[in-house]
């Protein structure tokens, strides 16, 4: 089975820290992301990557930078968090080629890092 | 950019009722997923439609494609107290993308 595993299930930081999210996956995806869940937003796309080194803007992506140095690791970073930025944070990965036969391209979900700026 | 709407935003039924939940997108989709996230979980793959007009069944859960693509539902038949959660449609934009609807949230009264 795939495991996404995300580094931390709560967080509590203060206005203006800096903040890591880490996110590990297990099973070789090329493709993984960050989402936030907001009551009534659904899952907004932060930031995604398919391969090393490579990074994508999603539709929020200010007040966020990513990191991903090794293909089974992607990091998310707030550089000076904000109250604005209290949420659920997801991770997912999938397979890059999703179109051929033999996958789907679905996502697999981590559980969720739920941070709180104070 | 593309926008994936998803309404209603909440349901509530009684147990056995039916349900239904309607995802429309700005665009034309290349595909359309639908997940299911239980309270206090994480979303969890249900399906993924890809040709115009497509159904596809699970069980009590019936999911269409629309003919242009631009559309998707998906029916639960006699809901039962497990179905509860929330769920999601979500579509790609481009290859790697994953755009995803505000989801419904489904409760039930037993």
Known sequence: D???TQ??????KRTGEKVFLECVQDMDHENMFWYRQDPGLGLRLIYFSY???????????????VSREKKERFSLILESASTN???????????RYWRLESNTGELFFGEGSRLTVL | GQQVMQIPQYQHVQEGEDFTTYCNSSTTLSNIQWYKQRPGGHPVFLIQLVKS???????????????AKKNSSLHITATQTTDVGTYFCA????????VFGQGTRLTINP
């Open chain 1, 2 to 4: 795939v495991k996404v």
């Open chain 1, 7 to 12: 580094s931390s299930r709560y967080l509590v």
């Open chain 1, 51 to 65: 391969d090393v080194k490579m990074k994508e803007k999603g539709d929020i992506p200010e007040g966020y930078s």
């Open chain 1, 85 to 95: 930025q209290t949420s659920m944070y997801l991770c997912a990965s999938s397979l």
């Open chain 2, 53 to 67: 007009g497509e159904v596809k069944k699970q069980k009590r859960l019936t999911f269409q494609f629309g003919e």
């Open chain 2, 91 to 98: 579509g790609h934009q481009g290859a790697q993308k994953l």
